[in-house]
Every structure is written in structure tokens, then in C-alpha cells.
């Protein structure tokens, strides 16, 4: 089976393929953070196997916090944090840069350099 | 004779930045295990985070990190470059796997950078952890400390950085025991909870804190119902994290870097904060 459009640029982007997930969900089973995602990790999956780029304007990927247990754990090698690394990474080449604006950062005066630095990478490129 | 294990050793920003005693303790401990660290000259930040996308360029800061160790360590016999903080560890270890596995890879970032020699992908990079346990021992460690904190019940985390994904993973990544054997090693009582190899929430400390707060206060409290007195970390970020955790549930449990409790093990200067130490301090003593 061919992959669709948006698969192919998430497997081009990531090296992942989409299509070998069978959604059996073990993925969000063990996601920490879906009590604030709006879709959960393998409804993402799912979406994108459809080629559905509403998926895009998800808050999924931008919830994500990249801490592979879902990677690790998919029976089928699916690397799902690496496909929520390329939406964003798809959605900021279409739709260009946000900006981060550390006023909006109540904490900054004891947050440390490395949470900053992560957050701008994750958030802005 | 005393054999003194020399390696080179890269420190990162937080470490400098926001909590010096983490760097601090661990060169006390050092002096103490015949350890040599020997900064690399010139470094960058890592990054913090490793990306997942196609774009090699954003790891330009660790690859000349690691370039720079290659250099320093030409002189002499070994191959290791050594980390404290655990996220640094996982993204130069990440860029290293990429360099040495990708031929591509390695020869664009080579090319890309005209200004510095290439990489040849020799390095391997460990965790203090892993030089702890692997190249000292964690019984000649226990066997070398004069003030065994056997009061002490200490919650092990491990977060993500040291076990995700599996090629960087120090132990068994669902079932690790070094932090474990470690707190063994101090003479320590280690505490066995559920969450702690659980995601504290990583950089959404900074924009999103209520959901680093909930996932941190959840771990917290695990640890402490399981009869945690503190808890330690391998990492500046878990460190901040679990505090805003601590603050939330409402309880005094002092999160530690690891190098600090095996400083108070060794007794040398462990750089514990004025009201850290009395809090350990009451709970070494059992009120
Ligand atoms: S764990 Fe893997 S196969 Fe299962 S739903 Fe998630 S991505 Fe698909
Ligand atoms: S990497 Fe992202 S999607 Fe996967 S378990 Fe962690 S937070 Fe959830």
C-alpha cells in the first residue's frame, strides 16, 4: 500500500511510517500528559493514516513533552514522539516561526537555563 | 598505588547556571574516588533537547562539543566523555549515535563546519552513573564512604533522559536498578515507588506549569507514601521540577542531586543549602 501525502512528508521528515501502526493504543495507554491533549497519541496516528491535516492544528503535539514511553513501548517499532516532533516541525515550515515571549513566563527568575532552552527549540523552531 | 581514573568531562549550562551545587559536589566527590575530571576546553550547549526531525543542523552545538573532546582527548588514551546532567548525556549520546551510525550525517556536518577538524565518531559518551558503576564500582564505593546514611530512605528518579529511547538507556529501561544500587552503595535504604521512571513534564516548566505541577505532584506524593525521605535526581531539569511538585503537595522533601548524597556519604562538602541540610539532617536523625 502507498502512503498518503501527509505520511510521506512525516516519514521523510522523521524516517517513521505511519501506516505500520494497528492502533492497538498501547501508545496513549501509557501517555502521561492525554488529560491535557485534545486528541490522544494514536488517534494522531490515525488521522494522519487517513490524511487528515486537521490533525495540524491539534494541541496534541504541542503537549507532547518528548519522553519516548510511547516510543518504546509500540509493538509495532512506531517511533510516535518522533511523529509528534514532525507535526510540529511541519506546521512551523508552513506556517513560519511563533515567537516566545518570556513575559508570559511567571517563573523566570529561578527557572533554569535548560528549560528555557528546551522550551524555545520545541516551541519555536 | 592509587590509580586515578582521568576523564574528560563536559559540564552544560545548568550546571553552571542554576545549580552549581550539583557540579560542585561531584568534584569534591572525585577527589575522593580517584577520579579526574578534566573539562573540555571549549564546549557549547547541548541543546537540551534531541530532534527528532531530519534537520542535523540543530545539533551543531554538541557536535562541535563533541569534536572539541575528540581533539582534547587525541593526546592521550581514552575515548570517553563523561556528563553529569542526565539531559546532556541523552543529547550528545543521541548526536553521537547519529554521527557514528550515519556516514551521510557525519560527512555533511564535517563539511558544514570548515573551521574545526572532522569528527571521527570514536567517542563513546557515559553518565556519571555509568562511571560510578562501571569504571569505580559501587562496592568500592561502598567500601570507601565513612558515614553510611543508613537513616536515610531515599526515592530514586529516574525521569527520561538516562533510560529513553532504548539505544541510550544506562540500565534496563523498564526495570533499571543502578540508581537503586547506588543509594545501596551510601549505605542508604532505597525506596521502591511506581512513578519513578514517569516523565516530570519536561520544558513545559516553562509555559505550561500546571501541567508539570500535576505530573510532578503525582510523583512526589508516590514517593513520599511509599516512605520516601528525599528523593534524588540525575538531572537540573527532574531537579526544578519535582521542587514545583514538593511545593504543591505541600511537604518538606528535599530533592537532591545524587553527587550530594554520596558528598555526605564520603564526607565532603555536600553544598547542601542552609535549609536543605536541616531538613536532611532532621530526617538522618529520625524525628
Ligand atoms: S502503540 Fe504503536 S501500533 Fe499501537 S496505536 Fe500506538 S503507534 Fe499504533
Ligand atoms: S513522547 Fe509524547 S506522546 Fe509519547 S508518551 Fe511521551 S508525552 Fe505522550
Given amino acids: ?16 511510517n505511519v501506516d505500520a501502526c494497528y492502533q492497538c493504543g498501547k501508545c496513549s495507554a501509557g501517555c502521561l500528559f492525554t488529560a491535557h ?4 497519541p494514536h488517534q494522531v496516528l490515525m488521522y494522519i ?11 496534541t503535539p504541542w503537549i507532547c513533552a518528548s519522553c519516548f514511553t510511547c516510543s518504546v513501548r509500540c509493538p509495532r517499532g512506531v517511533d510516535v514522539a518522533a511523529v509528534m516532533e514532525s507535526l510540529r516541525e511541519l506546521r512551523i515550515r508552513e506556517r513560519g516561526y511563533e515567537t516566545i515571549d518570556l513575559r508570559k513566563i511567571e517563573n523566570l527568575k529561578d527557572l533554569p537555563q535548560i528549560a528555557l532552552t528546551a522550551a524555545a527549540q520545541k516551541l519555536t523552531w | 598505588m592509587v590509580i586515578v581514573i582521568r576523564v574528560i568531562y563536559y559540564p552544560g549550562c545548568s550546571l553552571r547556571n542554576s545549580y552549581p551545587e550539583f557540579e560542585k559536589s561531584a568534584l569534591e566527590v ?17 541543546g537540551v533537547n534531541f530532534s527528532l526531525s531530519d534537520n542535523i543542523m540543530r545539533h551543531l552545538g554538541a557536535v562541535r562539543t563533541l569534536i572539541d573532546a575528540q581533539e582534547e582527548l587525541s593526546s592521550t588514551a581514552g ?5 553529569l546532567c542526565s539531559m546532556c548525556y541523552n543529547v550528545l549520546k543521541r548526536t553521537n549515535i547519529a554521527l ?6 557525519r560527512e555533511n556536518v564535517n563539511d558544514y563546519i570548515d573551521d574545526a577538524p572532522n569528527y571521527k565518531g570514536n567517542l563513546e559518551v557515559s553518565h556519571f552513573l555509568q562511571l560510578l558503576r562501571d569504571k569505580i564500582g559501587f562496592d568500592t564505593i561502598f567500601d570507601k564512604i565513612t558515614n553510611p546514611l543508613s537513616d536515610l530512605k531515599i526515592a530514586p528518579y529516574y525521569g527520561c533522559a538516562l533510560l529513553r529511547p532504548e539505544d541510550v538507556a544506562v540500565d534496563k529501561r523498564e526495570s533499571p536498578t543502578i540508581i537503586e544500587e547506588f543509594i545501596r552503595a551510601i549505605g542508604a535504604t532505597s525506596v521502591d515507588y511506581p512513578y519513578k521512571m514517569e516523565c516530570c513534564g519536561n520544558y513545559h516548566a516553562a509555559f505550561r506549569k500546571e501541567i508539570v505541577e500535576i505530573r510532578s505532584k503525582a510523583i512526589v506524593e508516590s514517593a513520599v507514601s511509599a516512605g520516601a525521605d528525599l528523593i534524588i535526581s540525575p538531572c537540573p531539569l527532574c531537579t526544578y ?14 530533592v537532591l542531586f545524587f553527587t550530594q548524597v554520596l558528598a555526605m556519604a564520603l564526607e565532603v562538602d555536600s553544598y547542601l543549602s542552609p535549609e536543605r541540610e536541616e531538613l536532611v539532617l532532621k530526617n538522618l536523625q529520625g524525628s
Avoid: A, F, Y
Avoid at chain 2, 30 to 46: F, G, S, T
Avoid at chain 2, 79 to 83: L, P, Q, S
Avoid at chain 2, 241 to 254: A, I, R
Fill in chain 2, 241 to 254: 521540577n519535582l521542587g514545583l511538585g514538593v511545593e504543591n503537595l505541600g511537604k518538606d522533601v528535599p
Fill in chain 2, 79 to 83: 575515548n570517553e566523555i563523561t556528563t
Fill in chain 1, 1 to 16: 500500500m502507498s502512503l498518503n501525502e501527509l505520511e510521506e512528508r512525516i516519514s521523510e521528515i522523521s524516517g517513521v
Fill in chain 2, 30 to 46: 572525585c577527589k575522593k574516588l580517584d577520579i579526574e575530571l578534566e573539562e573540555i576546553p571549549e564546549w557549547n550547549c547541548c
Fill in chain 1, 37 to 40: 491533549m485534545d486528541l490522544l
Fill in chain 2, 100 to 105: 557514528k551510525t550515519e556516514q551521510d550525517t
Fill in chain 1, 49 to 59: 493514516q487517513r490524511g487528515d491535516e486537521s490533525v495540524l492544528d491539534n494541541e
